[in-house]
Every structure is written in C-alpha cells, then in structure tokens.
T-cell receptor
C-alpha cells in the first residue's frame, strides 16, 4: 500500500519560472511532511518540512503548502535555477519516514 | 563530523554469496535507519535502531537480511544468499534522539552502498 504518492514522474521548467511538485498521502496520522532532494550518486538531502498543524512553511526560494482536507502537499520553488535539477522526494513522518517515488525536476537554462 | 558514512560504495557479487554493508552515523545521533532504493522508486524502509535496540523491521524484509548495531554506534546490514532481486542502493540514515527537537524527525542520509547481484 502506497501511503505517499508522487504521481508526476518528471517535470521540466524554464529557468526563472516556478516549479510545483505535488504529493498525496493517505494516512491522516502523519505528523510531519518533508521534502528531500537527491542528486545522482548522492544520498537524499533534507530540504524543508511542514508540521501537520500548519498550512504553509517558507524557506528562501522554497515553500511547502499543506492541504490536510485533501491530503495533499506541494513544494514550490521560485525562481527555479538549473542547480535545482534533481529528484525530489516527498516523505511523511511516523517514527520513520515513508517516501514517495520521487519526481525528476529538470530546470532548463 | 563528516556526516553519515557508508562502506563499501559499490559491491558486485554473485548470486548466493553473502554481503555486508557498514554504516557510521553522525556521532550525536542515536537513531539509525536502513532503507533500500531501486530504480524509479523512493527509499523503502527496512529497519531502524535507537541506540543498540532494533525497534522496527519492515514486514517485507526477508529472513536473509539481518542488521546489527552492537554498541549503539556503527551498524552493519548483512544479506545472506543474495538474489538478483536484492540489487539496489542500500541507504543508511541517522537522526537525533526522539523528542530532542520540536520539529520534524529529519534523517541525514549517507551516499549509499550500491549492490549488484549477478
């Protein structure tokens, strides 16, 4: 059973524009949601998180929005830069993290 | 502290052989996690430790897999009688003690150990 789903395998965006990555979950007991970024041959690195009692968290160019009623969250990157090209994983927190399958973001210059 | 270290980075083995991976977590982190990642998928939880105690194992984890963390510091993941389906990236992560911060339980990952079973 996939508790965390990222339905878009890939996304291509022009440099300077907004990137929006989406994530859906099924378990309403998750207390935090996190986004990780992964470059080839490296482990995932933490990007930003949001508590289940919040609806928005912002850190520089990165903003995460949470819609609890829809069990949906999204990561906005503005403005997108070529160095943002990577795989982005959505994760939900119990004692451990449950990950989605990831979305490959390609930012074109 | 140099972060989470994993060794070896790459391992090629023949089907039926045993392999062992080692993970050295960040020193002040008492929680250690093992995940497996295959192509096109996200990291899949295998097991985790708090200090030397193994607190949870995935029910999908075969009996051929065993993990230890004997002194609450480094950990090993052993796969016995490897199969081609075991080919994957094995990721280790560590985190601060539960409840040490008011925020999310952020896992810091190592670069992974890639296993290829021929």
């Amino acid at each position: 059973d996939q508790q965390v789903k990222q339905n878009s395998p890939s996304l291509s965006v022009q440099e300077g524009r907004i990137s929006i990555l989406n994530c859906d979950y099924t378990n309403s007991m998750f207390d935090y949601f996190l986004w990780y970024k992964k470059y080839p041959a490296e482990g995932p690195t933490f990007l930003i998180s949001i508590s289940s009692i919040k609806d928005k968290n912002e850190d520089g160019r990165f903003t995460v929005f949470l819609n609890k009623s829809a069990k949906h969250l999204s990561l906005h990157i503005v403005p997108s830069q070529p160095g943002d090209s990577a795989v982005y994983f959505c994760a939900a927190s119990e004692d451990k993290l449950v990950f989605g399958a990831g979305t490959i973001l390609r930012v074109k210059s | 502290d140099t972060g989470v270290s994993q060794d070896p980075r790459h391992k090629i083995t023949k089907r039926g052989q045993n392999v062992t991976f080692r993970c050295d977590p960040i020193s002040e982190h008492n929680r250690l996690y093992w995940y497996r990642q295959t192509l096109g998928q996200g990291p899949e939880f295998l097991t985790y430790f708090q200090n030397e105690a193994q607190l949870e194992k995935s029910r999908l984890l075969s009996d051929r897999f065993s993990a230890e963390r004997p002194k609450g510091s480094f950990s090993t993941l052993e796969i016995q009688r490897t199969e081609q389906g075991d080919s994957a990236m094995y990721l280790c992560a560590s985190s601060l003690p539960f409840g040490s911060s008011s925020g999310a339980n952020v896992l810091t990952f190592g670069a992974g150990s890639r296993l290829t079973v021929l």
